[in-house]
């Protein structure tokens, strides 16, 4: 039997007919490519950017504050055991001035953490946003997926097949109607995957909040225990004091020169807090949590002292509430922020000293100068010059003695809030 000869007319609409079906193809093919590129280049690296998971962060942290305090408990059973048997006074107040140095250590370790969770808790804001940006878009894929297979109605797969012309044809309409499904199963899942990341990044933003909010407790809370134990302190140095008149005179000097600056500062602390049980209005605080590291420090020069207690003659024990910055002697003095003078003048073994109050419980302290080119009640701002470098008689020579006291008066490690030096 003859087969029919194939007009010109077909073969126009056999041609016309493949190359719809091979533009409609591109087109589909092309469109899943570009709608499954935010998922590649938008998605994934945001989870290679994290150097560590939020839970080991955790434990860290955690682990290290253990460590610091189950230090301080054995100070504490220390004190316990020397109650309990003749002592001298200043073995009970060396070991509370160890108390207070963990404690100090303890609250500089909540203020790193304090910064890293603030940090945490906006890079997981970020990466929230940015997942939920890529559901939006793959959503609206899925949409216009829909749409169309409803369009195209329930037997629009066995429509394409059947309307092959060669098995060659079949196949290729096979393959098409095979990737445009696996495209379809590849957008569910990536929606899917992205759905349960931004479970597990709202989760995270969840849990850093609460463990911020912990961790500022905690941090009350020690401020707290270190107000207690400067009671104490006072309480044990003024039985020293009379028991032992035989205390050296410069350390007699220094623990009253400390308590002087600890009054004043006491004082803007009351003042401070009944204007905010008042409610009344104060100004901002020029110094905060997020400066540390961040400080301009206030004169330039090596290290002489270290925050801490250092062994003294006679094996004394001296608290440097600060550090102390050798540096000729006439260098300007700079205040590393903003706030009102509340002191200008002589201060004992401290010289020439000038106390600013930066507002927020935060205040810095600088002794040992040889001038003072501000006065009490002045407003000065970042920057400015305080004073000259003095202290040529002291027995560390021409030095600038420097300290930082957040809120309840607690002495804190200038180190760790002034620039790192490279």
Known sequence: MRHAPTSRNDVTQTRRATNVFARRFSETFLCYVICATPFVFGVTPLVSQRPQ????QLRDNQQRLESIRRERSDVEEELERLRTQVHS??????NIERQKETTNRIVNELDRQ??????????TTVDLLLAQNALA??????????VDISKRGPLYGYQVLLAAESFGDLLSRYKYLYLVSRQDRLLANDMSKLQRRIGRERQTLVDAREVLAHRKNERREELDRYVALERER???LRETRRSAREAMQRLSELEHDEKGLNDRIATLERARREALARGAATAAAAITTADLGQLDWPVDGRILYRFGTATGPNNTRLPWHGIGIAAPAGTPVRAIAAGRVSL?????TYLTSVLIDHGGGYYSFYGYLNDATVAQGERVLKGQILGHVGGASSDQGPHL?????????IALDPVNWLKSRK
């Open 53 to 56: 998971p939020f839970d080991q």
């Open 137 to 146: 878009e793959k959503r609206a894929v899925l949409e216009r997926r829909l």
């Open 89 to 94: 006074l200043s073995d009970e107040l060396a």
């Open 401 to 409: 003695h420097f300290e930082i006291r957040g809120q309840g008066g």
């Open 234 to 236: 006072q309480s044990s």
């Open 344 to 348: 200008a003048g002589p201060l004992g």
């Open 114 to 123: 304090i910064n890293t969770l603030s940090d945490q808790i906006d890079r």
